[in-house]
């Protein structure tokens, strides 16, 4: 009998081949690509690596568009994390990836582990983890079941990184309905190179052994691959055991063990056991390779008894690698993961053939072409609806004159003042603190901007002298990083191109409100599904408009993480799919880090800038229209990219020479949030006159959102070198607003001639806005 009769399995039937999601016809391809059928552990290799959330079947096309290369660009996409060269011997490992699946399910350990996943994604190159950010996205906060989300997530988040020891740093909540059933877990991890060269993933050198090390094997995340390709339902509640279980004091003790064995130079090459475990560590290194691995699953450690093939294969259990060592020096391997109290056993060999050969109990249990499973992958090139989606173009036809009429004193009987408090007290608005307040956001003591305190977080940066003794720079213990995650869903869902872009941009204004230079992006598009024209829509449209603006903003994209399929049955059966939203995750260089600014007011007297134009704002897509007046509609804001970096450069260049003592990013809700948030976080009043704008209403002026905004604040002895620089860099589009009160002041708003419009003390403003999450969580 030969070795490829004696793996001969059985036809499976419609149903099998269905639970293990694999399409009728890709099952075919399946069987004409190993001549023979499938047996059942071959089977559930195909369905985890053939899934969208491994193989990026309906994305990779659209994906190709990305820009990935740049002058700081060491490693762009395909790697476990994207590394950047920062300059004076500095290398920063980063990435985002989704957890949304698991989390809906048990929200804790869904978070807990998203967090461990991604940390490993960045030790796996070499780098030590010296940050953590998260986008999250919820449903509305008066409804029980996503304040139970709510609470389970961020208690998971901050259980993982406060016990591994990487301090969570910075991020975004954002809530609507549309994420009522599907939240959305996007965790970013930021690190530090520690060893000379970047340790890559694709494996070399014939009969190199095999390592596996870390934890054990268990039954917990079987099949967690497949289960983040599909659409959430009732039935997902089972799917517990698709949800892996974290240890983060071992992932602690992984990260020094890996850190310490790649600085021998042993290792050849190495992967992180994520989604499809087994499956994906051994056919994506051999792919990488283009060569094949052969693995006993009978030297794999096991945490429970009587498992077979199948689920060893299958199976996501938490802080496991996969590592090709040297040949000959893998006991100075294993002794080095042994001092840290983890596994470490010789499980196969590097071979010719390139293959996966998957050995148990002294038989061939699985043997299948490793670029079958890693990268020759089923591809659907889905055709683009001729004209954009009925819902948009409706949304599109929308105008302001369907608002009722406003003057000076306010809108359907509220004054201006009460729809500012309103807004502030708006959960995607209002301060974070309630999540944070979890986190520890300080552990390795390197972090320099706190959270809610600034538009991005900074981290300092302590090189590290590595093995080949070169000299590190003085100038790099002065060397920052900034980094923030982004993206309005509302603008995204309406325009899907035009929103992608403002993602990118309001990223990068965030960086530069700090005073940091854009460098690179790792994205998570998390979207519905593919398979249907409008998701599909959605998605193309969005990867055009990010694909432009990082181009735009010549700050390419390293690498990220696809999710789709968020979607959930409405109480009619019928899939909801959650609003379009491609997180944007961005780094940026700050030269100098006692030259950054966070958002709040700093001095009594201080003046007052607007940078940009307002002759741009909408009230589409806004927070003002969605929460003031229940209306989700309208075009969103269009980026001008000149505008844009000018703009920018003129903020940072104005931190950098010391004239700017505050800066902040007008987006949600517009100017008078803006203004209002800087007022809360530095606890200063305010005088404000708004800018002279033709044409629109006053709460367009007041509470429209558009991009290339940024409110700074500058002392009275720096005025004129600043207007003469900004004069230089944006002619006419920036106006001085006021000055900074005291602290015992209110913020008072009024229009061009002195009518005043708000007038809102800044405890009462702060009450407002501090408050609105605990006030719903305690509800």
Not at 260 to 272: I, P
Not at 454 to 469: K, L, M, N
Not at 520 to 534: C, Q
Not at 643 to 672: F, M, T
Request: hydrophobic share 40%; glycine share 10%; charged share 20%.
């Amino acid at each position: 009998m030969t070795e490829a009769s004696a793996l001969e399995g059985a036809p499976f039937s419609p149903e099998e081949i269905a639970s293990e999601g694999i399409k009728p016809d890709e099952y075919e391809e399946i069987v004409r690509r190993l001549g023979r059928h499938p047996n059942k552990a071959e089977l559930g290799m195909f369905g985890v690596m053939w899934s969208e959330h491994c193989c990026y079947k309906n994305s990779r096309p659209l994906l190709r568009q990305f820009p990935t290369e740049g002058d700081r660009i060491l490693v762009g996409p395909g790697e476990n994390a994207g590394v950047v060269d920062f300059g004076n011997g500095l290398h920063v490992a980063f990435k985002i990836e989704s957890h949304n699946h698991p989390s809906a399910v048990e929200p804790f350990q869904g978070a807990a582990t998203g967090v461990g996943g991604i940390l490993r994604d960045i030790f796996t190159m070499g780098a030590r983890p010296i940050a953590v950010l998260n986008s999250l996205r919820f449903g509305s906060l008066e409804d029980a079941k996503t304040r139970r989300l709510f609470s389970g997530v961020v208690a998971g988040i901050a259980h993982y990184g406060n016990c591994v020891g990487v301090p969570t740093v910075g991020g975004e909540v954002y809530f609507d309905p549309a994420y009522s059933g599907n939240p959305l877990v996007n965790a970013m991890a930021i690190g530090l190179m520690e060893t000379p060269d970047i340790v890559k993933s694709g494996a070399n050198g014939l009969g190199n052994p095999v390592l596996y090390v870390g934890s054990t094997t268990g039954r917990d995340g079987m099949g967690g691959a497949s289960f983040a390709s599909a659409e959430l339902s009732d039935e997902s509640m089972d799917d517990r055991p698709a949800v892996q279980v974290g240890d983060p004091f071992l992932e602690k003790s992984l990260i020094e063990a890996c850190l310490e064995a790649f600085k021998t130079g042993a290792v050849v090459a190495a992967q992180d056991m994520g989604a499809a475990g087994i499956t994906c560590s051994t056919s994506e290194m051999a792919a990488k390779g283009g060569v094949g691995i052969e693995l006993d699953l009978d030297k794999i450690p096991v945490r429970e008894t009587g498992m077979v093939p199948y689920e060893f294969l299958l199976s996501e259990s938490q802080e496991r690698m996969l590592f090709v060592a040297a040949k000959g020096r893998e006991q100075e391997l294993i002794d080095i993961f042994h001092k840290w109290g983890l596994q470490a056993v010789v499980a196969g060999t590097v071979i010719a053939e390139p293959i996966v050969r998957i050995l148990y109990q002294g038989a061939i249990a699985a043997e299948v072409p490793s670029t079958a499973l890693a990268d020759n992958t089923p591809i659907y090139h889905r055709e683009l609806m001729a004209e954009p989606p009925a819902y948009a173009q409706k949304a599109w036809s929308w105008s302001e004159a369907e608002l009722p009429t406003c003057d000076a004193t306010g809108i359907a009987g509220k004054t201006w003042t009460e729809v500012l408090l309103h807004l502030l007290d708006t959960p995607t608005i209002a301060s974070k603190r309630w999540v944070y307040r979890q986190y520890d956001h300080q552990v390795q003591n390197n972090t320099v901007m706190l959270p809610g305190g600034a538009d991005a977080a900074v981290i300092r940066v302590r090189p590290q002298v590595v093995e080949s003794g070169d000299a590190v720079s003085p100038a790099s213990f002065q060397t920052g990083i900034a980094a923030t995650v982004d993206c309005n869903p509302r603008y995204v869902y309406l325009h899907p191109y035009e929103g992608a872009k403002m993602a990118v941009a309001e990223a990068a204004r965030n960086l530069s409100c700090v005073g940091a230079e854009p460098v690179a992006v790792t994205d998570n598009l998390n979207f519905g599904s593919p398979e249907k024209p409008i998701g599909y829509w959605q998605l193309a449209e969005a990867c055009r408009g990010l694909a432009e603006a990082c181009g735009e903003f010549s700050t390419p994209v390293t690498g990220g993480n696809v999710s789709l399929y968020n979607e959930t049955l409405d109480s009619e059966g019928t899939p909801q799919p959650i609003y379009p939203t491609p997180v944007v995750g961005m780094v940026g260089l700050v030269p100098d880090i006692t030259q950054v600014v966070g958002q709040g007011w700093q001095a009594e007297g201080d003046r007052i800038y607007l940078l940009g134009s307002s002759n741009a704002l909408t009230l589409g897509g806004s927070e003002y229209l969605a929460s003031v007046h229940s209306t989700v509609a309208g075009m969103p804001p269009i980026v001008d990219f000149d505008l844009e970096r000018r703009v920018q450069l003129a903020c940072r260049q104005g931190i950098r020479q010391g004239w700017v003592k505050s800066a902040h990013d007008c987006a949600e809700g517009g100017l008078a949030v803006a203004l209002a948030e800087s007022c809360i976080a530095g606890d200063r009043g305010a005088e404000i006159t708004l800018p002279s704008v033709d044409g629109p209403r006053l709460d367009t002026v007041l509470f429209g959102e558009g991009g290339a905004r940024i409110v700074v604040s500058v002392s009275p002895e720096h005025t004129a070198e600043w207007e003469t620089w900004l004069q230089e860099q944006l002619g006419d589009r920036w106006q001085q607003l006021g000055s900074v009160g005291s602290s015992t002041d209110a913020l008072r708003v009024s229009i061009p001639g002195g009518t005043p419009v708000i007038d809102v003390r800044i405890s009462e403003a702060t009450k407002m806005w501090s408050g609105a999450i605990a006030r719903r969580m305690d509800a």
